[in-house]
């Protein structure tokens, strides 16, 4: 299936989701207690557990099916796609009800996609989908619409000039393809002052910091530093720290830092002041409202096909806002 000639259905808001959120964890169910997806075998490839977001998204797929009395099989995808192949294919074997499958890199998860269909399993999707295949719903954060964001708040933090350090995730990753290009084409429509030399950590603290310190030894005149998820963050901040560059808004030498994801730790970042800012996405919207799709299905409900979550920038202003998904884990 060509997944340019989709129909984009009206998008749905962070607050009209979050506030959703916020009634399942007030503990007001949703849905009625006799669910259609009771009873149901889920199986749910998750793109790694070694990041934050990505727990918090299965932790809250996971209760909304315990709430529903889905049965459900998590697989940790480990931020790669060999991983997640031999596991896709091994799930298709056992032929559960559903699969949700959020891919690492879903052009080499083509073929047990193929595999699914081929078997007659619902296949929902999470944030990346393949060149082919079929699924009947497919949720993720806008994340081109994200990458602009961060490149109005890298603008707004230096004053539209200089050069900036965009520290990116995986190649291949359709997340980080995304935000990438929401970023470039906003710099290059609006910000021509500004100079971005892009570091390829593949989504890793460690990555990070190493490529960190090497762009500041090529040259030490960077104006900001924006990465493509809040664990690179952790390791740029550790750079920064190494070579002594790490100074708090309003010291003198502070170089601004913009972090992707709003989780706890970059909120916290955020207080501290080694962080300025964070383009929030939401894993308590994202899992709401792709279990409401597959309830909608087995329901025979209309079923939104493709769902787009907006961000939302954080800054030091608005970091304790209730809304923040980052302020709602515990």
Known sequence: MDKTSLMKTTRRTFLGLAAGAAMLASGTSAFAQDSVLKGK??????FGL???????LVDHVKKLAAEKGMNISVYDGKGDASTQTTQLLDVVSKQPDIILLNPVDATLLQGGVRKANESGIPLFMLENLPP???????????????????ADAVAKVTGGKGLVLEVRGAIGSGQSEKRYKGFHDQMDAKYPDIKIET??????????QTLTVDAFTRDPNVAAIWAHNDEMIRGVVSALRQIDRLKKP????HIPVIGFDGTPLGLQ???EGTQDADVGQNPFSMGTSIVGEMENHFAGKPVQKETLIQPVMIWKENVDSKDNWGNMVK
Not at 199 to 208: G, H, Q
Not at 250 to 253: A, I
């Open 269 to 271: 970042r955020i207080r």
């Open 132 to 150: 082919e295949g079929e699924w009947i719903a497919y949720n993720t954060f806008d994340d081109v619409a994200g990458g602009a964001a961060a």
């Open 50 to 56: 070694q990041y934050e977001y990505q727990v918090t």
């Open 250 to 253: 309003g010291e003198e030498g």
């Open 41 to 46: 075998n889920l199986a749910y490839i998750a």
């Open 199 to 208: 570091l390829k950590a593949e989504w890793t603290a460690d990555n990070a």
